[in-house]
């Protein structure tokens, strides 16, 4: 992807309530609101085209989402109105000269289950994932470039349903092999417990390494903010990014964490001073420390 320019604009001035979001030179455009503005984000006339809409909440605590499709995704959302009471907020997904057709939606309803089922961040509400349906080559190209597009935007949304954290091994490599004299690899070890893992610090993310341990179960606190380094872990243990491997999990594949201490936490089974635990393998240097030299 190359650098682009993101528009949101806040229909009614505020950060939580109903926004569109455009790309400059794309034909794309969605339609963002809560399920508190729906009477007024389906007056609006981009709620009458033909398009994809996406539903986000939670179940029992799990995040989750809904993939639909529909030639007037008005009525499609009202109906779902009367009969899914799970749903927050939603996502419209559609073209600003409403020139996408029938055909179009349901390649991009069924390639948007498809990713997201593979990226396992939330539960899809879907019970099939439906066949692509049957488009030209070039058609098919086209709407894997809109894809391409909308996995950039919605994550700017905060809508993180599509992406996935987990590295491929070929991309893991390439950048690996690129950093290697730019930044250390970083090392845990909790010698007590026979755990030593590895990560490295890419594109603004803390990737731990394909073939690290972490503990086998969570033995730390439950309270607070601790709590969601738990759901983390369970999360990865339930998309088949950590294994179980003797006495330990292990990391099947590389992830990328959001901080040192989210990387830390699930290799210990338990809140981490990230920073502070995570130590450069060249120099003994730990993260923070690394950190302050490379501000300098």
């Not at 794309?26 to 009458?48: I, N, S, V």
């Not at 026979?194 to 606190?221: L, N, P």
């Not at 380094?229 to 964490?257: C, E, R, T, W």
């Amino acid at each position: 992807m190359q650098p682009t320019t993101l528009e949101l604009f806040f229909i009614d001035g505020k950060p939580d309530g109903m926004l569109t979001a455009e790309v400059f030179g794309w034909t794309g455009h969605l339609l963002m609101a809560p399920r508190l503005r729906l009477a007024d984000a389906l007056k609006r006339q981009e709620a009458k085209f033909t398009g994809v809409y996406v539903l986000l909440g939670e179940v029992d605590g799990e995040p989750t989402a809904y993939v639909g499709e529909g030639e007037n995704v008005a009525n499609r959302i009202k109906s779902h109105d009367a009969h899914k009471d799970w749903w927050s907020q939603f996502v419209l997904i559609t073209s600003a000269a409403n020139n996408l057709h029938k055909a179009h939606v349901q390649y991009l309803e069924s390639r948007l289950i498809q990713i997201g089922l593979s990226a396992a961040n939330t539960k899809l509400e879907n019970g099939t994932n439906p066949a692509l349906p049957s488009l030209t080559e070039s058609a098919r190209a086209n709407m894997e470039s809109f894809i391409a597009q909308l996995l950039m935007i919605l994550p700017a949304l905060r809508v993180d349903t599509f992406t996935s954290k987990a590295k491929s091994e070929t991309a893991e490599e390439h950048k690996l092999v690129q950093m290697a004299t730019v930044v250390p690899v970083f090392e845990l070890n909790l010698k007590k417990d026979a755990i030593q893992a590895t990560a490295v610090f890419e594109d603004g993310e803390f990737v731990v390494q394909k073939g690290s341990m972490a503990r086998a179960q969570w033995v730390g606190d439950l309270t607070g903010k601790k709590s969601s380094y738990k759901k983390l872990f369970d999360s990865l243990i339930d998309q088949g990014v950590l294994m179980p491997d003797g006495k330990h999990n292990i990391f099947v594949k590389s992830y990328a964490f959001s901080s040192t201490s989210a990387a830390g936490a699930v290799c210990s089974g338990r809140s981490t001073n990230g920073p502070a635990s995570w130590r450069a393998k060249e120099t003994g240097q730990t993260y923070k420390e690394w950190e302050a030299q490379s501000l300098e």
